[in-house]
């Protein structure tokens, strides 16, 4: 099956700096791929995703790139504010798997104001 | 939200007892998914349900039963609960796209239970 792979675990960036998260994924036949935010004591919300037709996604303050050669994808969040504090997970798909995501496992991230 | 609730929202039980957890939509999904997030594991897929009285197993199914009688709810039952089941579990389905390319539906998320086992 897929297997999906998320750096960095942790992640601190001062207020107004950008925040990159990379993920990287092991099935060619994937071709979508989601992000989600996680804040404390709820569950993920999608805040951008990418189909493998596209190579960049971009919407307002995030973005997302996507190398199909190199299988990795990454999110991009300029200027960030203190309430992109949170916890951030890719997830990858494919028509081999299905109904089925697979997730990385996460990058907590720190906006110090 | 896409319209999921789930119940209890939080529970503690001791090992050995049967637990059931409820993800109730409202909005006619087809597919439903439970999942368990633990720490440095992420989202794991236990069960899905690609309609009432279709499911399949997911990649950490063992200890877990699902049952889905109705569109509208997704029941995920541990018969004897053990320890290693402490978990949040979220319910998600999945929104499909016009055009239906079923790979590229995206999964929306319930609020989660935070189930304990003593």
């Known amino acids: 099956g897929e297997n999906v792979e998320q750096h960095p675990s942790t992640l601190s960036v001062q207020e107004g700096d950008s925040a990159v998260i990379k993920c990287t994924y092991s099935d060619s036949a994937s071709n979508y791929f989601p992000w989600y935010k996680q804040e404390l004591g709820k569950g993920p919300q999608l805040i951008i995703d990418i189909r493998s037709n596209v190579g960049e996604k971009k919407d307002q303050r995030i973005a997302v790139t996507l190398n199909k050669t190199a299988k990795h994808f990454s999110l991009h969040i300029t200027e960030t504010q203190p309430e992109d504090s949170a916890v951030y997970f890719c997830?990858?798909?494919?028509?081999?798997?299905?109904?089925?995501?697979?997730f990385g496992t996460g990058t907590s991230l720190t906006v110090i104001p | 939200d896409a319209g999921i609730t789930q119940s209890p929202r939080h529970k503690v039980t001791e090992t050995g007892t049967p637990v059931t957890l409820r993800c109730h939509q409202t909005e006619n999904h087809r597919y439903m998914y439970w999942y368990r997030q633990d720490p440095g594991h992420g989202l794991r897929l236990i069960h899905y349900?690609?309609?009432?009285?279709?499911?399949d197993k997911g990649e950490v199914s063992d200890g877990y039963s699902v049952s889905r009688s109705k569109t509208e709810d997704f029941l995920l039952t541990l018969e004897s609960a053990t320890s290693s089941q402490t978990s949040v579990y979220f319910c998600?389905?999945?929104?499909?796209?016009?055009?239906?390319?079923?790979?590229?539906?995206?999964?929306?998320f319930g609020p989660g239970t935070r189930l304990t086992v003593l």
């Open positions: 997830a990858a798909s494919s028509r081999n798997t299905g109904n089925q995501f697979y």
């Open positions: 998600a389905i999945r929104a499909g796209l016009a055009g239906g390319q079923a790979s590229t539906d995206t999964q929306y």
């Open positions: 349900s690609y309609g009432v009285k279709d499911t």
